[in-house]
């Protein structure tokens, strides 16, 4: 596609090749996956027309090239991999504009979050669980739920005393 634009104020327009809706969404994803609905906004928001914008974004899903059920389990499966829980990766992939039943799917597809946060525990968690444990825990997302099943103390009660209210030590 060919546009018009001025070199300079008061200087003759000329030919420069401009991209297109598609063309620039391209770009973008070659440098990281992106969910429908933020190409669809980045698109509209630099000046593409929303019948240039729905042509790229159902080209680019009949493509292959944009595919949020599977952006949205790769990402939540990198996340859980590094320790995070549900709440976080619930967090992360919805400021991707994922939908809820793209979230909820994703979320299905993890191990529960219970052998998660007991995995993370084992390899990076504090020396001495009890308030430390719980604290990291919440942290990084992990539901007040899954903290009690996997450190046997609630939130408010947690403090140094193991679940049969012993030293942890």
């Keep these: 596609m060919i546009g018009w634009r001025p070199i300079a104020s008061g200087a003759m327009a000329r030919p420069v090749p401009s991209l297109s809706a598609f063309d620039v969404a391209?770009?973008?994803?070659a440098r990281t996956p992106r969910?429908?609905?933020?190409?669809?906004?980045?698109l509209g928001e630099i000046g593409f027309?929303?019948?240039?914008?729905?042509d790229a974004v159902t080209r680019l899903v009949h493509l292959g090239f944009v595919d949020d059920d599977?952006?949205?389990?790769?990402?939540?499966?990198?996340l859980a991999a590094r320790g995070?829980?549900?709440?976080?990766?619930?967090?992360?992939?919805?400021?991707?504009?994922?939908?809820?039943?793209?979230?909820?799917?994703?979320?299905?597809?993890?191990?529960?979050e219970t052998e998660r946060a007991r995995a993370w525990l084992a390899r990076?968690?504090?020396r001495r669980?009890?308030?430390?444990?719980?604290?990291?825990l919440s942290r990084r997302g992990f539901a007040p739920e899954t903290l009690e099943d996997v450190l046997g103390v609630a939130g408010d009660d947690a403090d140094d005393a193991g679940p049969d209210g012993g030293s942890w030590d």
């Excluded at 391209?26 to 994803?29: K, N, P, Q, V």
């Excluded at 027309?49 to 729905?54: E, F, K, T, Y």
């Excluded at 669980?129 to 990291?136: E, I, S, T």
């Design 49 to 54: 027309s929303p019948r240039a914008v729905q």
């Design 129 to 136: 669980p009890g308030r430390a444990a719980w604290g990291a």
């Design 84 to 112: 995070y829980g549900d709440l976080w990766i619930e967090r992360d992939l919805g400021r991707r504009s994922l939908g809820d039943e793209v979230v909820a799917r994703a979320l299905e597809s993890l191990p529960a």
């Design 70 to 78: 599977a952006l949205a389990r790769s990402r939540a499966t990198t």
């Design 124 to 126: 990076a968690g504090p």
């Design 35 to 42: 969910s429908v609905a933020e190409i669809a906004a980045r």
């Design 26 to 29: 391209c770009r973008w994803l």
